[in-house]
């Protein structure tokens, strides 16, 4: 299962509203985030942001892919392996 850190993104959303001089709540928070992040690991980065102003490396996982686009993913490397196998066919 592939993963994204979104701490950056995050740590920003938390600075624009400190530098704004409004305090961080998990609603303000998820209202700037473009990804889908669990309440509580964004309850996680504003205690680790009250406390020292940083944020803790957070990792959601991506969105899952549809069935066209698997699909389409599953055909790209049937064609590069048949390329493949064509090429060591030749070459013996």
Known sequence: ???KDVSAEIEKALQLLTDSGKQP?????KSRLTSNVPMPA???AIK??????????????????SADDKIA?????????????EM???KQ
């Open 1 to 3: 299962m592939m993963t």
């Open 25 to 29: 709540t998990v609603a303000l928070v």
């Open 42 to 44: 964004i309850i996680a």
């Open 48 to 65: 680790s942001w009250k406390g020292n102003k940083s944020v803790p490396k957070i990792e959601v996982t991506d969105t899952p892919l």
């Open 73 to 85: 993913q599953l055909e790209e490397k049937i064609v590069a392996l048949t390329k493949r196998i």
């Open 88 to 90: 060591l066919e030749a």
